[in-house]
C-alpha cells in the first residue's frame, strides 16, 4: 500500500496531487488549441445531435452532481441549451417528464452508482439518449449508455472524490464547447480562446498545489471550527456545494454550501466571531457582488477565507485569509478554485485525526438504492 500511495500519507493527497496530469491525461488527444482539434472520439455522431436538442437532464449523485451543475452553467452559457440537473434517486422516483429527444448526461466516477443506473434505465424506456461521463472503463453506467466519453482520470481510490471530480468538469467542458461550435453559438475566436485555456489548466492547478504550505495553515487555525459555510457565485456555486461536501465527509465537521447572495435568506443568522466562512470570489462576472457578500460577513465579525485571482488587491484588505489562484476563462474557474478546497479540507480532516481515505459510515461507490 506504502507503494501504491508514491510517497504520500493518503490516498486523497495523493490524487489531489495528480490532478496537473489526470486532467492533461483527459484532454490528451481531444484538444489541440494550435490546430483547432476538439475531438470526443465516443461522441463522434453525437455532438449533432446534441447541437439540435432543446433540453438536456443531468442526473449524477454526490460530487458526480456537482460536476454536473458546473455543467449547466457551461451548456448554457456557451450552447444555450435547457440544461437540469438532478439528483438520480430524485429523478427516478417522481414520474420524470422525459421526451424523445432529450437527452440524459450521467456523471459517475465508479460507473457503478445504483441510483444513476436506475434513473439511465428509466430515461431510456422514455425515449431519451443518454451520453455516459464516467471513469471506471467498462463499468455497468457506460454500458448502459448510448454513447460517452471516459474521464481518464486513473483509479481513485480515496473515498472522498478529487481528481475524478476535475475530469469530469474537464470532459464536460469540451463537450459543452464542441456541442456550442457546432451550434454556432460560439464565436470562432471564443472557441479557440477556450481550448487553449483549456491546455493551460494543468499548469495552473500545478500552480495552486504550491500554496499547500499557506492552506495547511490556514487549516491549522480552523480544525476546531464546528461549523463552515462556504459562498459563491455564478460558477463558483457548485464550488462553493463541493468544497463544503469535501469538508463534512472527511473532517466531519458540519459544512454548508451556499449561492454568496442567499446567505441573507438564513445562513447569515449563523455568523458571528466563532464562523470560519469560506468565499471563492475570483475576478469574474460576479466579483463586486461577491465582495459586498464578503464586507456582510465581515460587517458581523465572520472569519473570512478567501480564494482570489491572482493579484487581487481589494479582498485581502477585508478577507482575514486568502489564497490566490491564477487567472483564467470563467467557465473553467471551477477546475482550480476546487484544489485549495480539497486541499483545505484534507488538512483539517488529518490535524483532527480522522480516516481520510475512508471516512466512517461512506462506500466509494453506492450500489445500493
Ligand atoms: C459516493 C462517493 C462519492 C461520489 C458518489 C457518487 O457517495 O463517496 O465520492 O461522489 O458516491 O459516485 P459516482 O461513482 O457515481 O460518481
Not at 439528483?87 to 424523445?100: G, Q, T, V
Not at 470560519?276 to 457582488?289: M, R
Given at each position: 500500500e506504502a507503494i501504491e500511495k508514491g510517497g504520500y500519507e493518503h490516498f486523497m493527497l495523493k490524487e489531489i496531487y495528480e490532478q496537473p496530469r489526470s486532467v492533461a491525461d483527459c484532454m490528451r488527444g481531444r484538444v489541440n488549441a494550435d490546430s483547432g482539434l476538439l475531438v470526443l472520439g465516443g461522441l463522434r455522431d453525437y455532438v449533432d445531435k446534441l447541437a439540435k436538442t432543446k433540453r438536456i437532464v443531468i442526473v449524477a449523485c454526490g460530487t458526480s452532481w456537482h460536476a454536473g451543475l458546473v455543467a449547466e452553467y457551461i451548456f448554457e452559457e456557451l450552447a444555450r441549451i435547457?440544461?437540469?440537473?438532478?439528483?438520480?434517486?430524485?429523478?427516478?422516483?417522481?414520474?420524470?417528464?422525459?421526451?424523445?429527444g432529450d437527452f440524459v448526461i450521467a456523471i459517475s466516477q465508479s460507473g457503478e452508482t445504483a441510483d444513476t443506473l436506475a434513473a439511465i434505465e428509466l430515461a431510456k424506456s422514455k425515449g431519451a439518449t443518454i451520453i455516459g461521463v464516467c471513469n471506471v472503463v467498462g463499468s455497468s453506467i457506460p454500458r448502459a449508455t448510448h454513447a460517452g466519453a471516459y474521464t481518464h482520470a486513473g483509479p481513485e481510490i480515496g473515498v472522498a472524490s478529487t481528481k475524478a471530480f476535475t475530469a469530469q468538469v474537464t470532459v464536460l467542458a469540451m463537450m459543452a464547447i464542441a456541442v456550442a461550435r457546432k451550434k454556432g453559438t460560439l464565436h470562432e475566436d471564443t472557441f479557440r480562446r477556450l481550448l487553449f485555456e483549456l491546455e493551460r489548466i494543468p499548469s495552473k492547478i500545478e500552480t495552486v498545489l504550491k500554496t499547500d504550505e499557506k492552506i495547511k495553515e490556514i487549516a491549522a487555525q480552523f480544525k476546531d471550527s464546528r461549523n463552515f459555510i462556504y459562498l459563491g457565485?455564478?460558477?463558483n456555486f457548485p464550488v462553493a456545494l463541493e468544497g463544503a461536501l469535501k469538508l463534512k465527509e472527511i473532517s466531519y465537521i458540519h459544512a454548508e454550501g451556499y449561492p454568496a447572495a442567499e446567505m441573507k435568506h438564513g445562513p447569515i443568522a449563523l455568523i458571528d466571531e466563532e464562523m470560519?466562512?469560506?468565499?471563492?470570489?475570483?475576478?469574474?462576472?460576479?466579483?463586486?457582488?461577491v465582495v459586498s457578500n464578503i464586507q456582510e460577513v465581515k460587517a458581523r465579525k465572520g472569519k473570512v477565507i478567501a480564494i482570489v485571482t491572482e493579484g487581487d488587491k481589494l479582498i485581502p484588505t477585508m478577507a482575514d485569509y486568502t489564497i490566490e489562484i491564477p487567472a483564467m476563462h470563467e467557465a473553467l474557474i471551477p477546475l482550480v478554485a476546487t484544489i485549495p478546497l480539497q486541499l483545505l479540507s484534507y488538512h483539517i480532516a488529518v490535524l483532527r485525526g480522522c480516516n481520510v481515505d475512508q471516512p466512517r459510515n461512506l462506500a466509494k461507490s453506492v450500489t445500493v438504492e
Open positions: 435547457n440544461v437540469e440537473v438532478e439528483y438520480a434517486s430524485e429523478f427516478r422516483y417522481r414520474n420524470p417528464i422525459i421526451k424523445e457565485r455564478g460558477y470560519p466562512v469560506v468565499f471563492i470570489a475570483t475576478k469574474d462576472s460576479s466579483y463586486e457582488k
